[in-house]
């Protein structure tokens, strides 16, 4: 069954730290890999993502500097750490396989917006 399986989310206090799973099965991660979180009431936002080739991985302005996103490939699997959490990362958070769409203009790479597969979502909540 090809499925990709997001973990790791859950209650945290503001200021501290998450560490999202990604694990995907009956298929192999396939680069672009994006992460996107959406909150009730608002649109899903993309949060990161990594090229084709691997050399870039993108974060958005919300996130940069408080996530990091890797990636084991021999776990088959991409993650992404969250530090100094806030109440507004609060959402359901997603990761993805497979982008199509994905494109560098000059150094500056932008993120595909359509992948082939998703992950059914873990919930973060960020509250004291």
């Given amino acids: 069954q090809v ?5 790791g989310g859950g209650l945290v206090q503001p200021g501290g ?10 298929f192999t991660l396939r680069a672009p890999i994006g992460w996107f979180r959406q ?17 870039t ?11 990091t996103m890797t990636r084991d490939n021999a ?5 992404l750490q969250m530090n100094s959490l806030k109440p507004e990362d609060t959402a359901v958070y997603y990761c993805a396989s497979g982008g199509t769409g994905g494109y560098y203009s000059g150094t ?7 992948y082939d597969y998703w992950g059914q979502g873990t919930q973060v909540t960020v509250s004291s």
Wanted: a positive charge.
């Fill in 3 to 7: 499925q990709l399986v997001e973990s």
């Fill in 17 to 26: 730290s998450l560490r999202l799973s990604c694990a995907a099965s009956g």
């Fill in 39 to 55: 909150a009730p009431g608002k649109e899903r936002e993309g949060i990161s993502c990594v090229s084709r080739s691997g050399e």
């Fill in 57 to 67: 991985t993108n974060y958005a302005d919300s996130v940069k500097g408080r996530f």
């Fill in 75 to 79: 776990k088959n699997t991409v993650y």
């Fill in 108 to 114: 500056r790479y932008y993120c595909p917006r359509s």
